[in-house]
């Protein structure tokens, strides 16, 4: 069955600083890899999309990378502020006509003053 | 604005009663879903179509129904509603899955099943 972990589950740290999110997946055929952000009750927002061929895409202080051989992902946050405290969900899709998307757990990361 | 409207965003209501969530895009995608959240479960697809009268079943389609008559709009039918479908409901849209498209996702719908 195709699953999607991430990794920690929550996260607090201070504003400033930089933090990195997990996401380790076994969807296959792969087809793509999407990081969104969830503020609290509200709809998932995409932050990047990435496809088998590209190790690395930013998005401002969001960087993500995926290694597809290893089937990893991480979001890298740099110079963390108060408005990126929300839930951060990994989503793999299938490669195949049935748009199966596979959603990660998310982590709920909280920015402190 | 391209955007994905749901409707009620809030709502409560008693068991057994029949009721319905909207959801309408504004994009001309073809794919529509609905998704589940639940603490500690996270996004869960209940349905989706990938066009018009094209439905199928997702993760977790017990209990709900679907209907595809317009490309735009996609309601998510709870024929007779139980405690356990009390959750926050999401539907998203896009074009065919390939490899940069992109799912939008509505702003959600807080069900409670009393």
């Known amino acids: 069955k195709n699953q999607v972990e991430q990794s920690p589950q929550s996260l607090i740290i201070l504003e400033g600083k930089n933090c990195t999110l997990q996401?380790?997946?076994?969807?296959?055929?792969?087809?793509?890899l999407r990081w969104y952000k969830q503020d609290t009750g509200r709809g998932p927002v995409s932050l990047t999309i990435?496809?088998?061929?590209?190790n690395t895409k930013s998005n401002g202080r969001y960087t993500a990378t995926l290694d597809a051989d290893t089937k990893q992902s991480s979001l890298h946050i740099t110079a963390s502020q108060l408005s990126d405290s929300a839930s951060y969900i990994c989503?793999?899709?299938?490669?195949?006509?049935?748009?199966?998307?596979?959603f990660g757990g998310g982590t709920r990361l909280m920015v402190k003053p | 604005e391209a955007q994905v409207t749901q409707n009620p965003r809030y709502l409560i209501t008693v068991t057994g009663k029949k009721l319905t969530v909207t959801c309408s895009q504004n994009?001309?995608?073809?794919?529509m879903s609905w998704y589940r959240q639940d603490p500690g479960l996270g996004l869960r697809q209940i349905y989706y179509?990938?066009?018009?009268?094209?439905?199928d079943k997702g993760d977790v389609p017990e209990g709900y129904k679907v209907s595809r008559k317009e490309k735009r709009n996609f309601p998510l039918i709870l024929e007779s509603p139980s405690p356990n479908q009390t959750s926050l409901y999401f539907c998203?849209?896009?074009?065919?899955?390939?490899?940069?498209?992109?799912?939008?996702f509505g702003q959600g719908t807080r069900l409670t099943v009393v």
């Open positions: 998203a849209s896009s074009t065919p899955f390939g490899a940069n498209t992109e799912a939008f």
């Open positions: 996401c380790n997946y076994t969807v296959s055929p792969f087809s793509n």
């Open positions: 990435m496809t088998f061929s590209e």
């Open positions: 989503v793999v899709s299938e490669n195949n006509a049935g748009n199966m998307l596979t």
């Open positions: 994009m001309n995608h073809e794919y």
């Open positions: 179509s990938m066009n018009v009268e094209v439905t």
